[in-house]
């Protein structure tokens, strides 16, 4: 089982940058697929980014190119740098994880965070 806990996020003008964080607690971090999800006001939560056990990569189109997402197995930590951002970015940003590989459907992910709030203004 795996505690995760969200940090980084805040106000930032279009075109600047965030860092989010997830630390993670529990046994066997290495061997979860973990991914960032999103959810604005009014919408569904949707995939942002997700990275597999064995570190591949995935990104949600609108982000692809702006945003990285990153592992550490060392420090069973998560990271999110999101440059370029954008006033649609602006969102609840929640951290996840689930065994070895990445699925973009949010309810097949086992565990989550309690979420960061990012907003980009115009």
């Known amino acids: 089982q795996l505690q995760l806990v969200e940090s980084g996020g805040g106000l930032v003008q279009a075109g600047g940058s965030l860092t989010l964080s997830c630390a993670a607690s529990?046994?066997?971090?290495?061997?979860?697929?973990l991914g960032w999800f999103r959810q604005a006001p009014g919408k569904e939560r949707e995939f942002v980014a997700g990275?597999?056990?064995?570190?591949?990569?995935y990104y949600e189109g609108s982000v692809q190119g702006r945003f990285t997402i990153s592992r550490d197995n060392t420090k069973n930590t998560l990271t999110l740098q999101m440059n370029g951002l954008k006033p649609e970015d602006t969102a609840l940003y929640y951290c996840?994880?689930?065994?070895?590989?990445?699925?973009?459907?949010?309810?097949?992910?086992?565990?989550r965070g309690q979420g960061t709030r990012v907003t980009v203004s115009s």
């Open positions: 996840t994880a689930r065994m070895y590989v990445v699925i973009r459907l949010a309810d097949e992910w086992d565990y």
């Open positions: 529990g046994r066997d971090f290495s061997k979860h697929a």
């Open positions: 990275i597999s056990w064995i570190g591949d990569t």
